[in-house]
Nanobody, 120 residues
Framework: QVQLVESGGGLVQPGGSLRLSCAASGFTFSGYAMSWYRQAPGKERALVAAISSTGVTANYADSVMDRFTISRDNTKNTVYLQMIGLKPEDTAVYYC?????????????WGQGTQVTVSS
């Protein structure tokens, strides 16, 4: 079965850095784009970054542009989110996501999330 397991979250001071990892299994990882979303308290889950199946193309939310970098290692079935210059507004639960085509429609799969807290 499809599984996504996030790790790497924690408490960091403003301006600090964290690297999140998402270990994927249950599907052909190298064939799919992967994404990171985040959900802050009281807010909707929002796209943070996405990366193509090959890792050649990446897209970012404006709020994290030039601070976050998404990457992947298709030999390890893992996608990463390197975060630098963290701000308090980056505080959220970060989720790994993949959209898979099942029968004739797409379905979203999510990990359980990893908490990132940016606070002094």
């Amino acid at each position: 079965q499809v599984q996504l397991v996030e790790s790497g979250g924690g408490l960091v001071q403003p301006g600090g850095s964290l690297r999140l990892s998402c270990a994927a299994s249950g599907f052909t990882f190298s064939g799919y784009a992967m994404s990171w979303y985040r959900q802050a308290p009281g807010k909707e889950r929002a796209l943070v970054a996405a990366i193509s199946s090959t890792g050649v193309t990446a897209n970012y939310a404006d709020s994290v542009m030039d601070r976050f970098t998404i990457s992947r290692d298709n030999t390890k079935n893992t996608v990463y989110l390197q975060m630098i210059g963290l701000k308090p507004e980056d505080t959220a639960v970060y989720y790994c996501n993949v959209r898979l085509l099942l029968v004739d429609s797409f379905r979203n799969y999510w990990g359980q999330g990893t908490q990132v807290t940016v606070s002094s």
